[in-house]
């Protein structure tokens, strides 16, 4: 019987699939102002489906939070209405949709910033490689500054807002992006976390930023409709811990002490830049691992197939499964599990930024020719 197609309780909300639409970043807010419209109300309707679960792109807390031009935010009143239409779209369906709420930390560009000033992280460490700036031009990354406590009090009152923010929006519930070498990850690891305060060195107060934000979130929508995604072993972003087993270990059991309705987790197996299928066979079982520290239900993403989706439920290292690059192109996604029908392929040139081309525009399974569709993904 199909793991994959049986109902799920996460915390406040029954499920009624497992098939869950990962968070993806894709940047067609409406600029200047980066606020959600008609055309992502569409994208996510689309692949909302009755019972089933849609996590948002990543969505700005702040001015200070952004990190990507076109990414969008939840702090202004504007993007509350917008962001409204996409919730609509979403229930209008019997859907289920998280806000992923983040803050990128040292992942920005001074363009981006309040004042034009350098972007604020746990540390003054850069990461190494580029980035882009407002404009979307190619740029090395600035050395950030390190936070002053009264700004790090500030970010999370911040993140309290973005939820209060989503609660009048109309979404089921909140996820805190603590994954993928953003902020909150950034306090966690201690390659970009070298802080002498309450703040840093040990795993305990490496912790307390995201336990804080917990506390200030959960505080909005009740501990049953708050998830946390990790990414234990994570590459992303420069990012990288000295002991990474105790380190997401101590944050799973923390995490659980608060009943959140689930922890999210990103498989290390998986190419983090998602720029190829392949999967490291000799990276850590991160699910497996942090599941029973949790106690409470886990979904976990990176790589998935249908076929290893019903595996790590069967084998109860998961209770749901997150996909990524395979909902950017198959808006019906669940159907075409439960029909066993084909896959359409993704086109990675459209993933970032752009118009409805490779946004809203992928074919329906009664649509779709098999000619066009291979069932297989190739990577591209
Ligand atoms: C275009 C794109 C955008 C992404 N944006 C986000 C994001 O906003 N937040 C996040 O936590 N992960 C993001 N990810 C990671 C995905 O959620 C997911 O973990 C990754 O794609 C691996 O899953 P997959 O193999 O099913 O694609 C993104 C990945 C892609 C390909």
Redesign the pocket.
């Known amino acids: 019987m199909s793991a994959l197609f049986q109902p799920l309780n996460l915390g406040a909300i029954l499920l009624k699939h497992r098939v869950v639409m990962?968070?993806?970043?894709?940047l067609r807010s409406q600029q200047p102002d980066d606020v959600p419209h008609g055309l992502n109300a569409e994208y996510y309707g689309q692949r909302a489906s009755d019972g089933g679960l849609i996590i948002t792109?990543?969505t700005d807390t702040s001015e200070q939070a952004r990190g990507y031009p076109g990414a969008p935010g939840i702090y202004t009143a504007d993007q509350v209405r917008g962001w409204q239409g996409v919730t609509e779209a979403v229930h209008a369906k019997q859907g289920f949709i998280f806000s992923?709420i983040?803050h990128t930390g040292r992942i920005s560009h001074s363009s981006m910033q309040p004042g034009g000033r350098l972007p604020g992280a746990p540390s003054a460490v850069v990461a190494a490689g580029n980035h882009m700036d407002r404009q979307g031009n190619v740029v090395p990354f600035e050395t950030p500054r390190a936070l002053t406590l009264g700004e790090i009090e500030e970010i999370i009152g911040d993140f309290r807002k973005a939820a209060e923010h989503a609660l009048a929006a109309g979404f089921d519930g909140v996820e805190i992006?603590s994954?993928?070498g953003y902020l909150i990850d950034q306090f966690l690891q201690d390659h970009t976390n070298r802080r002498e305060d309450a703040y840093g060195g040990s795993i305990e107060n490496r912790t307390q930023f995201l336990l804080e934000i917990v506390e200030q979130v959960t505080g909005v929508f009740g501990h049953d409709r708050v998830g946390v995604?990790i990414a234990p072993w994570g590459v992303s972003a420069d990012i990288r811990d000295s002991d990474p087993q105790a380190l997401f270990s101590h944050v799973s059991v923390e995490l659980g002490k608060r009943k959140l309705a689930y922890l999210h987790i990103?498989e290390p197996r998986?190419n983090q830049r998602?720029d190829t299928?392949a999967l490291d066979p000799n990276a850590p079982d991160a699910s497996s691992r942090f599941k029973g520290l949790f106690g409470g239900p886990v979904i976990a993403?990176?790589?998935?197939t249908q076929e290893t989706a019903e595996s790590v439920i069967h084998a109860r290292h998961a209770d749901a499964v997150?996909?990524?690059?395979?909902?950017?192109a198959n808006p019906d996604l669940p159907d075409r599990f439960r029909m066993g029908g084909p896959l359409n392929p993704y086109d990675r040139a459209t993933?970032?930024g752009g118009d409805a081309r490779g946004y809203t525009d992928y074919p329906y399974l009664d649509t779709a020719t098999p000619d066009s569709s291979p069932k297989t993904v190739t990577p591209q």
Request: proline content about 3%; overall charge positive; glycine content about 10%.
């Open positions: 990962a968070p993806l970043t894709r792109e990543a992923q983040w992006h994954a993928n995604r990103v998986a998602s299928n993403a990176g790589g998935f997150a996909f990524g690059r395979l909902f950017i993933f970032y």
